[in-house]
């Protein structure tokens, strides 16, 4: 397998600090005790980053190098987008890190507002596209002055600039994974097939068409209930020998949660991912856990949790949360695994590994945080052909890619089991989804 060239750009060992006195500092808009910092990080292309500065008092004091508040992962399109000139921008675009104090909102009633400190611009380089690891940037730079004090005394911000190659395997299932397709590495305009995808379910699933609301009076109550509930759905990713390399099956059933009718919080459905015993022919190992429910409020979304668990790996029990990530149920979106980003957005219900320490993501070697996976899925009634991708460090063998493939076609179909129970259709068949 040949991986795609990624580059992974992060921005961090942040610090914020005022050479001076206190009055200085006050004059610049903060108190370095009482108010908060934060910065706006902006790369062209590219969602606005916004993350936290912690001041430092001491002119001694040294930012964690290892910390990383911010990661940006670019393609070689990307790339040219930035080194392109275009009509309403420069030819050279640049990373802009904008600091602020105080926080946007407002606390009891009374309204605040954030006051600018200073900018700093690093433009992007022809060296961003060379493929090695490079510092950027390392240490203080001025990025203000006090005009209170004829520019003698300025904010300086401490940060740590770095590149770094991250490649990538790219994968998309060609159809459904419902449908049980076949699985092909992306590279370029090449599509090499990898795997192929089984997809089965039980007699008492098929018996059950999804989105179907079964209340005739003639069930008896025993039916009533097996057919409100989604369950024995199996998904085996086979390599190209036939072999099955991993799976996914459903161990919580998807049912409605009391009050409503749709699978809640309160209960979710979860599915357990697997990969083969190597000391027990035909047994499997599990790997991980995908638990899912349904959010309904402002938004309508699926949340989709991922624990790896830790006997996979460790001989012992327990679960690590590496991902809890909210999907608009209309529209789909990305599931991922990253650390860095998990921690920066603060999604997880619980907290998640910090970027430092060591997570054994695949049953692989240990490696310390970053990206790990991405899968992107359609929402509720669209055609969905998963398209993952694998950071090349999580994956040795093809093996490895493959229990990722079965993590994506579960989150691919936990989007169809969250899906409300009331909705009807006209027929019940097989294949009715």
Same mark, same amino acid.
């Given at each position: 397998m040949d991986p795609q060239a990624f580059i992974r750009l992060s921005i961090g060992s942040l610090g914020l600090r005022v050479p001076g006195t206190a009055l200085t500092a006050a004059k610049l808009g903060f108190n370095a005790l009482a108010s908060p910092c934060s910065c706006e990080i902006r790369l062209r292309g590219f969602p606005v980053q916004t993350t936290s500065v912690p001041?430092?008092? @001491?002119p001694e004091a %040294?930012?964690?190098?290892? @910390? %990383?508040? &911010? @990661?940006?992962?670019?393609? #070689? &399109?990307? $790339? #040219?987008?930035?080194?392109?000139?275009?009509?309403?921008y420069a030819s050279n675009a640049c990373l802009e890190i904008v600091v602020f104090s105080g926080r946007k909102g407002s606390h009891c009633g009374v309204g605040m507002k954030r006051q600018q400190i200073g900018t700093f611009r690093l433009k992007v380089g022809p060296e961003w596209g060379e493929g090695k690891p490079a510092i950027l940037f390392n240490g203080w730079i001025g990025i203000g002055k006090s005009k209170q004090d004829n520019g003698?005394?300025?904010a300086e911000l401490h940060l740590r600039v770095k590149l770094d190659p991250d490649p990538r395997y790219v994968f998309q299932f060609e159809d459904e994974p419902k449908l049980s397709p076949q699985i092909v590495q992306l590279q370029g305009t090449i599509k090499q097939p990898i795997f192929s995808c089984k997809f089965s379910q039980d007699r008492v699933s098929q018996v059950d068409p999804l989105n179907t609301f079964w209340s005739f009076s003639g069930d008896r109550p025993d039916q009533v209930r097996e057919r409100?509930? !989604?369950?024995?759905?199996k998904v085996k990713i086979h390599d190209l020998s036939g072999s099955a390399v991993a799976a996914a099956f459903i161990t919580t059933p998807f049912v409605p949660s009391t009050g409503c009718d749709w699978v809640a919080q309160s209960n979710p459905g979860a599915w357990l991912i697997v990969r083969p015993d190597s000391f027990r022919p035909e047994s499997w190992q599990p790997w991980g856990k995908l638990e899912a429910w349904r959010e309904r409020g402002t938004r309508d979304l699926i949340c989709c949790r991922?624990? $790896?668990l830790s006997e996979a790996h460790e001989g012992g029990g327990g679960e690590l949360l590496m991902s809890e990530i909210f999907l608009n149920s209309e529209k789909g979106g990305e599931f991922f695994i990253d650390t860095? !980003?998990?921690? =920066?957005?603060?999604?997880?219900?619980t907290p998640v590994p910090s970027p430092h320490s060591s997570g054994d993501y695949a049953g692989l070697s240990p490696v310390v945080g970053g990206f790990v996976m991405s899968c992107r899925v359609q929402g509720e009634g669209k055609s969905s052909?998963?398209?993952?991708? $694998?950071?090349m460090r999580h994956v040795t063998c093809v093996e490895d890619a493959a229990i990722f493939m079965a993590l994506a076609a579960a989150v691919d179909l &936990?989007? #169809?089991?969250? !899906?409300?129970?009331? =909705?009807?259709? !006209?027929? =019940?068949?097989?294949? &009715?989804?």
């Open positions: 001041l430092v008092s @001491s %040294i930012p964690d190098p290892h @910390s %990383i508040a &911010s @990661s940006f992962y670019l393609e #070689k &399109s990307d $790339l #040219k987008a930035l080194l392109t000139p275009g009509c309403f003698q005394h300025g409100r509930e !989604r369950k024995g759905w991922f624990h $790896l860095d !980003r998990q921690v =920066r957005e603060a999604v997880a219900a052909k998963p398209l993952v991708q $694998l950071a &936990s989007m #169809k089991a969250c !899906r409300p129970f009331h =909705r009807k259709i !006209r027929r =019940r068949t097989q294949h &009715s989804w």
